[in-house]
């Protein structure tokens, strides 16, 4: 796994949120807190299988296609868009730990493509991906143009991308996570940044987490 990112200096300029994500404890006990995180955040319950089924929808058609799960952690996305017929899934995180229990979790599948490596810098082709994921993991980019600038880069024309955040809020949470290092976007600004990048959006916001939908637009 080192050896898909070599240059370890990259690591000197991260966030203190996102050397945890360095951690295997981090990574082991992901998917124990991804499970209730929409619950928490949206106010209503909200399961892994409903997100998993908007996104799909959203992300239509699936079968027989490749997709960047960007972001991925543990694989959560990767493994849904697989299980629906996806060709290939390339799995992209800066974390050795959370790729290690994505690819102990992945194990068996077909399609699962592990890529150690930045958001910031995505390291395939232009015009690979019929569609690009972002599971949650969109407030820990610390340049989220330049990652939009990648989405727009990578994806076919006509391929769409999906992204669930944590929204903008007043708490005090928020303020010590920011010092940490996340960034809250509001729905409006990140449906803005991806519409001056090229995309047709549509977005809406249930509680705390904003939900974004992108095409690429064909000129």
């Known amino acids: 796994m080192r050896d898909l990112f070599p240059d370890q200096r990259l690591f000197g300029s991260l966030t203190l949120a996102a050397r945890t994500n360095l951690w295997p404890l981090t990574a082991w006990g992901y998917e124990i807190w991804r499970k209730r995180a929409l619950t928490l955040l949206s106010g ?21 296609r490749v997709f960047l799960d960007l972001g991925t952690s543990t694989g959560l996305y990767a493994r849904a868009l697989l299980g629906a017929g996806a060709a290939q899934v390339y799995a992209l995180d800066f974390s050795p730990a959370m790729l290690k229990v994505a690819l102990q979790k992945a194990r068996g599948v077909t399609g699962f493509v592990p890529l150690l490596a930045r958001a910031e810098a995505i390291p395939l082709p232009e015009a ?16 989220p143009e330049q990652v939009v600038h990648e989405l727009h880069r990578v994806l076919k024309p006509g391929g769409r991308v999906w992204v669930v955040f944590s929204h903008r809020s007043q708490s005090s949470l928020q303020r010590v996570l920011e010092w940490a290092g996340l960034r809250f976007p509001t729905l409006l600004e990140l ?15 249930e509680g705390s987490v904003g939900f974004v939908i992108g095409t690429k637009v064909t000129m």
């Open 44 to 64: 209503r319950p909200f399961p892994l299988e409903e997100e998993f089924a908007l996104m799909l929808q959203r992300m239509q058609p699936v079968e027989g």
């Open 128 to 143: 690979t991906v019929d569609g690009v994921v972002v599971g949650g993991s969109w407030n820990e980019f610390p340049n």
């Open 191 to 205: 449906m803005d940044s991806l519409s001056k990048s090229g995309f047709k959006v549509d977005g809406w916001r």
